[in-house]
Structure formats: structure tokens, C-alpha cells
């Protein structure tokens, strides 16, 4: 399977799907003896850094891949394995709050309420003169806003699914202004803008900000010892 084939065009989910394979890459090919560490930590970094700058991640652009010195490649990999796995959660967290801010909540009653109006809604369009396939594909639309609705919560594209759909409907029916299942729609719209005016407004989340790799210590400055002045402190 091409791991870039099915790409999310969300910056933020594209690198959560490629870092997953290359990690997973990255483990199966540490359960084989014969691999060698450096080089495939090595080839993790620089997949992961090349999917960082492509999509626009600024997070980990303090880090490079170097294998010169093993033990400071090894302390250089295990801050950028962390600094991933930091850059993942706080995606994780603004993506959530995206989601959300993309669904509504409905209590029972209003679930209920929408249910009954998309029923009205697939009356009128079996009553309708349009063409027997515009028909199943409306039918098939308002199936999923159904089971959208019995949801915890639902999202919004379904409803525009389901706009686009009555809309090209009404251009089809032949009679002027034969369109009896609009005011089912605005009834639902309706109940959708009163939930999410009834949900607490989330802020904007942050930034993903960018992460240091650690500074290495300085040794401390050498004082030479002047044998012409032996009563000069000698620090012990």
C-alpha cells in the first residue's frame, strides 16, 4: 500500500497518516536482527522531516539527521522521537476541537423533532414528478443524515449534502414553485442553529510552536595554574 496515495488535503491529518507509517516502519524493521539502528533511525528522521517541511509543520525544523557520532545520534534521536510525539499530541487536540466546532450536539427532543422532518421531506420527494434516480439518491442522502442525527453529535456537511441534493431536485420539477420540502429543510436549520447557539464557544486553539532540540553543556572555562604566583586560588 502507497502510504501517499490517500493523503488527507489537512496539513495536520496528512502528517499524523504518514508519520504512523513511517513509524511503523521504523519498528518492523527494528525486529530484525540484522537491520542496522543507526540507519534506520536515521531513514525515520529524514522521512519524517522531508513529510514536516512538505506540509507546512515548522515544529521540528530545529532538527537535522547526522550518524557521524552514535551516541550523540542516539541522544539526538530519542529528542526528536519525543519532540514528534509532542508535535502529535498537540494535533491531536486541535484537530478534536476542529471536529467539534464542525459538529452540534442535539438533545433527544431535537433529534427527534429532525427525524420526524426528514420523513416529511422523503413524503414530498416520493410524491414528487422527478426522475426515479434523482429520487433514490436523495433517499440515500437522507438515510445518512438520519444516522447522522442518532449520533452524539452531528456534522454539518451532512446537512449540506442534503441542501445540494433538495437543490438540484427543485431546478428538475416541472411545475413552477412546486418545492414543498423547503420548509421542512429551514425547520430543521432551524433546530441545528439552536443547538450550537446553546454550546459554549470554544477560543481559537494555539499554534503549534516550534521545538528546540536540547543544547548540549558547555565544559567549564580551564584556568591554568600560575606557578609564579603559588598563593593564586587553586580551585579543588
Do not use: C
Not at 542496522?36 to 537535522?64: P, R
Not at 522521537?81 to 442535539?106: C, E, H, K, Y
Not at 420526524?116 to 422523503?122: A, G, L, M, Q, V
Request: proline share 6%; net charge negative.
Amino acid at each position: 500500500m502507497n502510504p501517499y496515495e490517500e493523503l488527507s488535503e489537512d496539513d495536520h491529518v496528512a502528517f499524523l497518516q504518514i508519520e504512523k507509517e513511517f513509524r511503523q516502519q521504523i519498528e518492523d524493521m527494528q525486529e530484525d536482527r540484522n537491520s542496522n539502528w543507526s540507519y534506520v533511525t536515521a531513514d525515520y528522521m529524514n522521512k519524517t522531516l522531508a513529510a514536516a517541511t512538505a506540509l507546512n509543520i515548522d515544529a521540528l525544523t530545529g532538527f537535522s539527521v547526522s550518524t557521524r557520532n552514535s551516541d550523540a545520534h542516539r541522544e539526538n534521536f530519542d529528542d526528536f522521537l519525543r519532540a514528534v510525539d509532542n508535535v502529535i499530541v498537540q494535533m491531536r487536540i486541535m484537530n478534536s476541537r476542529t471536529r467539534q466546532a464542525m459538529t452540534v450536539g442535539l438533545t433527544e427532543a431535537q433529534k427527534t423533532k429532525i427525524h420526524h422532518f426528514i420523513e416529511k421531506i422523503r413524503a414530498e420527494v416520493e410524491e414528487s414528478n422527478a426522475s426515479p434516480d434523482k429520487r433514490e439518491k436523495l433517499f440515500d442522502i437522507l438515510n445518512n443524515l438520519a444516522k447522522e442525527v442518532s449520533k452524539n453529535r452531528t456534522r454539518y456537511e451532512r446537512f449540506a449534502d442534503l441542501a445540494r441534493s433538495l437543490a438540484g431536485l427543485s431546478g428538475d420539477v416541472e411545475r413552477e414553485g412546486a418545492r414543498p420540502w423547503w420548509p421542512w429543510f429551514e425547520k430543521i436549520m432551524g433546530l441545528i442553529n439552536d443547538a450550537k447557539e446553546a454550546e459554549p464557544q470554544l477560543p481559537k486553539p494555539p499554534e503549534i510552536k516550534k521545538i528546540e532540540p536540547p543544547r548540549g553543556k558547555l565544559p567549564e572555562p580551564y584556568e591554568e595554574y600560575d606557578s609564579e604566583n603559588p598563593d593564586d586560588e587553586i580551585p579543588f
